[in-house]
C-alpha cells in the first residue's frame, strides 16, 4: 500500500511452466491429453499446445497456485486457438469453482489467436475469481457436457488484482515484474 492508501498491483505470473501445459506442473486427468508443441504460438514459436479429451470435471487440465491471501481478487488469462468449433469450455478456481468461474462459447471464438480476460465476448463471467478460503489460486480447464472438447493453447497466467497484465512467460517460478498499475483497495 503506498502513501494514498492505494494497494499497487504488480505484473506477475503465479502459474509455473505457463507454456508448457505437457510438464508436470499442469495436472492432466482422465482423458485429457497434451500434444507438446503442436503448433506455432501467438509469438511466432512452434511452442503452442494441443489440450483435448476434455469432457467432464473429472477429465481436465489444472494448475494450482497456494499459500496466497484468502479473498484476494485474481484475473485469469491465456491465449487460445479453438480446434472444437462448438461446446462450452470452463475455467474455474481448481479449488472450488464458487471462487472463480468464467465459462467460454468455444463457437464465439474467432479461427486464429485470442487471448481469453475479463471482456473477451466469448466470456461469461459466473463467479469472479478470489483466492478460496484454502489460500488457492490457480487455472482449472474443463467442461461439464458430454462431447470432448479440443483447443490450443499457450501463455496462461494469474496475477493478483480485477485487470490482465501483460503476459510473464514462466518456466519453474512465478514472476514478479514491476508494478503496474494502482487499484482503489
Same mark, same amino acid.
Given at each position: 500500500v503506498d502513501s494514498d492508501g492505494l494497494l499497487k498491483w504488480s505484473a506477475h505470473n503465479l502459474l509455473t511452466y505457463s507454456e508448457q501445459f $505437457?510438464? +508436470?506442473a499442469w495436472s492432466k486427468r482422465g482423458t485429457c491429453a497434451i500434444t507438446a508443441n503442436d503448433a506455432t504460438a501467438p509469438d511466432g514459436t512452434l511452442t503452442a499446445d494441443l489440450v483435448s479429451g476434455l469432457n !467432464? !470435471?473429472?477429465n481436465d487440465l489444472y494448475q494450482t497456485a497456494s499459500s496466497l491471501p484468502v479473498g484476494a481478487p485474481y484475473t485469469p488469462s491465456f491465449y487460445i486457438k479453438r480446434v472444437s468449433t462448438s461446446g462450452t469450455l470452463l475455467v474455474d478456481n481448481p479449488a472450488i469453482g464458487t471462487a472463480g468461474s468464467w465459462s467460454?462459447?468455444? +463457437?464465439?471464438?474467432? $479461427?486464429?489467436w485470442v487471448r481469453i480476460e475479463r471482456g473477451? #465476448? #466469448?466470456l461469461t463471467i459466473i463467479n469472479e475469481h478470489v483466492v478460496s478460503a484454502g489460500g488457492q489460486a490457480g487455472l482449472h480447464f474443463r467442461k461439464t457436457a458430454s462431447g470432448a472438447l479440443s483447443f490450443h493453447l499457450w501463455g496462461a497466467q494469474v496475477n493478483f488484482g480485477p485487470t490482465a497484465t501483460a503476459y510473464l512467460p514462466t518456466t519453474s517460478a512465478a514472476r514478479y515484474d514491476s508494478p503496474r498499475r494502482q487499484w482503489d483497495a
Open positions: $505437457d510438464n +508436470a !467432464s !470435471s473429472t467460454i462459447n468455444m +463457437a464465439l471464438l474467432p $479461427d486464429e473477451h #465476448a #466469448a
